[in-house]
């Protein structure tokens, strides 16, 4: 299994910008997907970018517009750009991989603040 480690978080003002990072143990090539997930403190862990082994991505309806997830294979890291932040995107931010069976790793998160 590939091991995760997120990176670049912080505090931020709104209508910041910060840039995450995701280390990977092993190769990321040919994984089913990448993603990028949140959690808040007492709420449920949120799906907020995918993108997908042929390049296909997909964001949650809350960062449409303001983040985007890419990736690079002869890095093994994928990352999360992060614009026009808003204190409801405070959170702890995880990266997870997904494989073509279904499993998957989980990053140990990294923690971003936004200040209103």
């Known amino acids: 299994q590939v091991q995760l480690v997120a990176s670049g978080g912080g505090l931020v003002q709104s209508g910041g910008s910060l840039r995450l990072s995701c280390a990977a143990s092993g190769s990321i090539f040919g994984l089913y997907a990448l993603s990028w997930y949140r959690q808040a403190p007492g709420k449920q862990r949120e799906l907020i970018a995918t993108i997908f082994s042929g390049g296909k991505l997909n964001y949650a309806d809350s960062v449409k517009g303001r983040f985007t997830i890419s990736k690079d294979d002869t890095k093994n890291t994928v990352d999360l750009q992060m614009n026009s932040l808003k204190p409801e995107d405070t959170a702890i931010y995880y990266c997870?991989?997904?494989?073509?069976?279904?499993?998957?790793?989980w990053g140990q998160g990294t923690q971003v603040t936004v200040s209103s």
């Open positions: 997870k991989t997904t494989t073509w069976g279904g499993s998957g790793s």
